[in-house]
């Protein structure tokens, strides 16, 4: 294998051939030199100080590791802190060994301001990870955002990438950006060893779970845990019922509708993934607490009657994250474990609603174009993965790395998803996203009409 040094004299060698050949008016290198064509070799410029046009993630790493960019320096801005991004930083400097680049994070818990302010005034960092979408398709639509399709190639992310999630990408117009961190929605939460004691089965269908929860009351229990307050952000729990169920009831592309502001919260569609949620969330003996309960509930208490004994509820619907906020003796795969959210129609095949985050590129460098190829790959998270927390949105990571049976389950149902869309309220403008969906659901819950609540929801899209 070649050094890095010895790479760089090959590569200086060939340049200074070629000055040769034009000096000497040779038009027909190809054919004199045995040389292949810049264009045909997808590389239109050799001096690594200059930006290459298309010519691929693959090509464009093999440049990287072969220490064409070696010193220079590219600047990460996130909302990774703490232990975090200590984990991020750790996962990158495999990269920054066998580069030579100097990959230059910094966190803050106030990036979601942060972040416009450096972009509007000019001075934005290299690249960004953004915990939601939503922002970063305003960005892309004021012209902020470099397309990582335009010189990593479809093909090179479609390697790495399922088309969930590289429709997901698709904001503002373009492909904004490259996913790096999942996160596991669609999952009900129970207490596994009283479960078992109570010869409770499994549900596979909405059927069979409103089924069990028909037999958890005839025994005396409260099937449902269910809190959505959360300060300023009360009512997005709701939110992500309402999601995981139209995906189970709407084909991907009416999801997308919605998400899109072309399909009208006041639609059948909508109204009727509510309605469905209705059948639990109205059920005043399918929750603790009932709605007013529902209301006040904060949503990482929620689960925590299910950890009574016995339990004083038995599920729980919540995303991958929840168990920071169970009791620090519980242990997953005995007090409380974890299944899929249930289908409700077969024929929209086993849909799973995530979460995660996107890294986003401002300034296109050649550096940064391979830490942005780098960060499209599995082995991009590999270090993560293993120190364990993590979910790998990438199709080329390893089952292998996951070093806890939670991370792998997590890992599996992701890669055995047959439709993956990313949370609906996140990539929806402020204003009806974090805004009027959250306020109008949290309404709902407290008894007002949908027939209100709904267009209420639709009159809060920006006009445009």
């Known amino acids: 294998m070649f050094s890095r040094k010895s790479l760089s004299l090959l590569v ?12 000497n008016g040779d038009a027909d290198l190809d054919e004199d030199a045995g040389l292949v064509d810049d264009e045909e ?47 991020f930083a750790e996962s990158m400097a495999a990269f920054e060994e066998e580069t030579g680049i100097d990959v230059q994070y910094e966190g803050s818990g106030d990036f979601e301001t942060l972040i416009q302010v450096r972009v509007e005034g000019g001075n934005p960092p290299d690249i960004a990870a953004f915990p939601q979408p939503g922002p970063v398709a305003t960005l892309a639509e004021a012209g902020h955002v470099v397309d990582p399709s335009t010189f990593l190639g479809e093909d090179f992310l479609a390697a790495h990438y399922d088309q969930g999630w590289l429709d997901d990408a698709t904001l503002g117009g373009q492909t904004a950006g490259v996913w790096y961190r999942a996160n596991v929605k669609s999952l009900v939460w129970y207490p596994a060893d009283d479960f078992a004691e109570a010869g409770y089965e499994i549900p596979d269908t909405w059927d069979e779970l409103i089924a069990l929860s028909d037999q958890i009351v005839a025994d005396g229990g409260t099937p449902w845990c269910i809190g959505i307050e959360s300060s300023g952000a009360t009512g ?25 502001g072309e399909l009208d919260f006041d639609s059948p569609e909508v109204r009727n993934a509510i309605e469905t949620m209705g059948e639990i969330w109205m059920n005043e003996d399918y929750v603790l607490g009932g709605t ?5 509930t904060p949503f990482g208490d929620a689960p925590t009657p299910m950890f009574d004994d ?27 474990d974890f299944f899929y959210f249930p289908l409700i129609d077969p024929e929209f095949g086993e849909p799973v609603l995530t979460a995660g985050d996107i890294f ?9 174009r391979a830490v942005m190829a780098y960060l499209s790959t599995g082995a991009s998270t590999e270090q993560w993965v293993r120190a364990g927390g993590f979910v790998a949105p990438h199709k080329d990571a390893e089952v292998e790395w ?30 009806v996203g974090s805004g009027a969906f959250w306020t109008q659901i949290t309404n709902w819950v407290g008894g007002e009409d949908l027939d209100s609540v709904l267009p209420a929801i639709d009159a809060a899209w920006p006009e445009s």
Do not use: K
């Open 360 to 368: 986003v590129m401002f300034n296109d460098e050649p550096a940064v």
């Open 310 to 336: 016995p339990p004083s509820c038995w599920l729980h619907r919540q995303a991958s994250f929840i168990p920071a906020f169970f009791p620090d003796d519980v242990e997953i795969g005995e007090e409380v």
């Open 402 to 431: 996951y070093t806890t049976d939670v991370d792998r389950r997590f890992f599996e149902i992701l890669q055995n998803a047959s439709v993956t869309r990313f949370d609906a309220s996140d990539q929806m403008p402020g204003a």
């Open 236 to 260: 997005w729990v709701a939110t992500d019922w309402i999601e995981d169920i139209m995906l189970r009831t709407q084909p991907p592309e009416v999801y997308d509708q919605w998400v899109a």
């Open 12 to 23: 200086a060698l060939l340049l200074l051939l070629l000055a040769v050949a034009a000096c």
């Open 292 to 296: 007013t309960g529902i209301q006040t």
């Open 41 to 87: 070799a997808g590389i239109i410029d050799e001096d690594p100080g200059e930006i290459e046009d298309v010519v691929g993630g693959d090509s464009i790493l093999e440049r990287a590791f072969a220490g064409d960019y070696d010193g220079a320096e590219v600047e990460v801005f996130g909302a990774f802190v703490d232990e975090d991004a200590n984990r």
